[in-house]
């Protein structure tokens, strides 16, 4: 009985926040999506989820998007605190982790996050930036779920 209760809250709880996802995109979302069009230059291939209008694809020219930092992660953090709203992060600090970082044989990194939400993970949520050999980030990919607005954390049953 008590594994029933468990499941049932776990459903709950993704239900309530894919109804968080199907809420209307917010203004800051198409601004932060024209900022990194402005930033990422006219070459720059920018694909948005249909259902919240968040970039979900974005492809770039090798250092087309000048970032800071001496490492992967330094770049990749300031990319995300800079251009995060875009995929519909408000406080990339605050609500992405980092999951893995991976490397290919052609000397890229590939580093994945996880979204968060007052410290619980966010069902099926995953942003992966991908850096060429000389640490240029070419590609960010991934959906998130953008403006989450729930009063508690906690799975409750009535």
Do not use: W
């Amino acid at each position: 009985m008590r594994h029933v209760v468990v499941i049932t809250l776990i459903a709950l709880a993704m239900c309530t926040t894919f109804v968080a996802a199907d809420s209307p995109p917010a203004r800051s979302l198409t601004d932060s999506v024209q900022g990194l069009r402005a930033d990422a230059g006219p070459a720059a291939i920018v694909k948005l989820q249909r259902s919240t209008e968040a970039a979900r694809l974005i492809r770039v020219l090798p250092g087309s998007i000048r970032l800071s930092g001496s490492t992967i992660e330094e770049r990749a953090h300031d990319f995300l605190a800079r251009h995060g709203g875009a995929f519909g992060v408000s406080n990339a600090g605050r609500d992405l982790v980092q999951r893995r970082r991976s490397s290919d044989r052609l000397g890229g990194d590939h580093l994945a996050f996880r979204q968060r939400y007052r410290g619980v993970s966010v069902f099926g949520s995953e942003l992966r930036l991908h850096f060429d050999s000389s640490g240029e980030l070419v590609t960010a990919n991934g959906r998130l779920v953008p403006d989450i607005r729930l009063d508690s954390t906690e799975p409750t049953v009535a």
